[in-house]
T-cell receptor
Framework: GAGVSQSPRYKVAKRGQDVALRCDPI?????LFWYQQALGQGPEFLTY????????KSGLPSDRFFAERPEGSVSTLKIQRTQQEDSAVYLC???????????FGPGTRLLVL | GDSVTQMEGPVTLSEEAFLTINCTYT??????LFWYVQYPGEGLQLLLK?????DKGSNKGFEATYRKETTSFHLEKGSVQVSDSAVYFC?????????????FGQGTTLQVKP
């Protein structure tokens, strides 16, 4: 079956631009996580959804970062007024439940110039 | 807060050599422990996991044992292959009652030479 998909795979933005990153989880997966992976580092947690409810956004680095999952399926991570330090790979993962195995998408590589 | 520390890489081995990648953790509760692998050009994949103390996770010849007394979850394989070349991440998830978010180590690059 289809895995987690993310789009776009690559995004180049000029500093100050807004970007939107999309995640399509595995069908039926209740839980959805966003992570940020800087070059040469492990992924770091950004935010968590259970269905459409955003239950944990403690990892979002600033109020420029916003995530939503309005119908409990597709999720969008939006970054406003991008900065160079936002350059990273953004990973989405979904699972049947919060304590179940997380399945990761291929990531979106964001480069802010 | 909770954290994971992995041995630094890169680790370079010859084919059929024995592999150990060390991982230790700090956690306040009773986390589950994971090893994820990232092959070149691919996404993160779960390699193995253990959910309680003394559990052994295994997959594809890799093994790791959840050691509560030493707060460790070292990854081992008896005979590595060139195809095992990848980046390996140790991770924990906060326990029941929490979100299940994963906390990762910094990753260890393994290169296996023929």
């Amino acid at each position: 079956g289809a895995g987690v998909s993310q789009s776009p795979r690559y995004k180049v933005a000029k500093r100050g631009q807004d970007v939107a990153l999309r995640c399509d989880p595995i069908s039926g997966h209740v839980s959805l996580f966003w992570y940020q992976q800087a070059l040469g580092q492990g992924p770091e947690f950004l935010t968590y959804f259970q269905n459409e409810a955003q239950l944990d956004k403690s990892g979002l680095p600033s109020d420029r970062f916003f995530a939503e999952r309005p119908e409990g399926s597709v999720s969008t991570l939006k970054i406003q007024r991008t900065q160079q330090e936002d350059s990273a790979v953004y990973l989405c993962a979904s699972s049947l439940g919060s304590m179940e195995t997380q399945y990761f998408g291929p990531g979106t590589r964001l480069l802010v110039l | 807060g909770d954290s994971v520390t992995q041995m630094e890489g890169p680790v370079t081995l010859s084919e059929e050599a024995f592999l150990t990648i060390n991982c230790t953790y700090t956690a306040t509760g009773y986390p589950s422990l994971f090893w994820y692998v990232q092959y070149p050009g691919e996404g993160l994949q779960l390699l193995l996991k253990a959910t309680k103390a003394d559990d052994k996770g295994s997959n594809k010849g890799f093994e790791a044992t959840y050691r509560k007394e030493t707060t460790s979850f070292h990854l081992e394989k008896g005979s590595v292959q060139v195809s095992d070349s990848a980046v390996y991440f140790c991770a924990l998830s906060d326990g029941p009652g929490n979100t299940g978010k994963l906390i990762f180590g910094q990753g260890t690059t393994l290169q296996v030479k023929p």
